[in-house]
């Protein structure tokens, strides 16, 4: 199984980025997929995620109303659209995936996926 992350590159403070994550060797039909990130010096934190089954998506407070995940079944991608980004948001950004779908309780944990991509790197500047 690889999730290959790709979309990440520098922009200025306002500005927008699309993420991508492919999937392959098989899908996580009936768990879910999450967006997590890494700045230097600070722990991997959660972004977003989506639970197979579930109409809800789930964001991290300080992205809510600029992020956005979704998914493309035709292609196994998961996309992060991140817009009005701020110089806080520079990060290694990675994708995971899990083939169980995660409980509410820990879906924003880092121990609720099973498969991690390499990470992109977004870098906002002011």
């Known amino acids: 199984v690889q999730l290959q992350a790709s979309g990440g590159g520098s922009v200025q403070a306002g500005g927008s980025l699309r993420l991508s994550c492919a999937a392959s060797g098989r899908t996580f039909s009936s768990g879910g997929m999450a967006w997590f990130r890494q700045a230097p010096d600070k722990e991997r934190e959660f972004i977003a995620a989506?639970?197979?089954?579930?109409?809800?998506?789930y964001y991290r407070d300080s992205v809510k109303g600029r992020f956005t995940i979704s998914r493309d079944n035709a292609k196994s991608t998961v996309t992060l659209q991140m817009n009005s980004l701020k110089p806080e948001d520079t990060a290694l950004y990675y994708c995971?995936?899990?083939?169980?779908?995660?409980?509410?309780?820990?879906?924003?944990?880092?121990?609720?996926?099973?498969?991690w991509g390499q990470g992109t790197q977004v870098t906002v500047s002011s």
């Open positions: 995971a995936g899990s083939i169980n779908r995660p409980v509410l309780s820990n879906l924003r944990e880092r121990a609720a996926y099973n498969y």
């Open positions: 989506m639970r197979w089954g579930d109409t809800n998506t």
